[in-house]
Nanobody, 127 residues
Framework: VQLQASGGGLVQAGGSLRLSCATS????????VGWFRQAPGKEREFVSV????????YYADSVKGRFTISKNSAKNTVDLQMTSLKPEDTALYYC?????????????????????WGQGTQVTVSS
């Protein structure tokens, strides 16, 4: 699976950005696609994930209510709509994916279950 992230940029606090992850090479719908982020000097942090099969979603508490993940099956993309952005959202955002053995595997926030990683896209939120 190949992942291509785009949409990062510089925005003021309270603003919005939309990230997009273009996926290719999937051979089934048994996939979870999501986002992690990493700020300078910090570990990679789970943001959100969506199950391709049924659009079930999972969010980190830090972004719940502000970020929305969605997929476009026709375009094979997964978007992350980010609103009410805060300076602490500043990070390099990575698109990730994992294949699963069955359709109803539980969505996970653990970094080591995601085998596929795209290049990061920078999000900077100024105060």
């Amino acid at each position: 699976v190949q992942l291509q992230a785009s949409g990062g940029g510089l925005v003021q606090a309270g603003g919005s950005l939309r990230l997009s992850c273009a996926t290719s090479g999937r051979t089934s719908n048994k996939y979870h696609v999501g986002w992690f982020r990493q700020a300078p000097g910090k570990e990679r942090e789970f943001v959100s994930v969506i199950r391709w099969f049924d659009d079930d979603t999972y969010y980190a508490d830090s972004v719940k209510g502000r970020f929305t993940i969605s997929k476009n099956s026709a375009k094979n993309t997964v978007d992350l709509q980010m609103t009410s952005l805060k300076p602490e959202d500043t990070a390099l955002y990575y698109c990730v994916a994992r294949s699963t053995a069955s359709f109803r595997v539980t969505l996970s926030k653990e970094v080591n279950v995601y085998r596929h990683w795209g290049q990061g896209t920078q999000v900077t939120v100024s105060s």
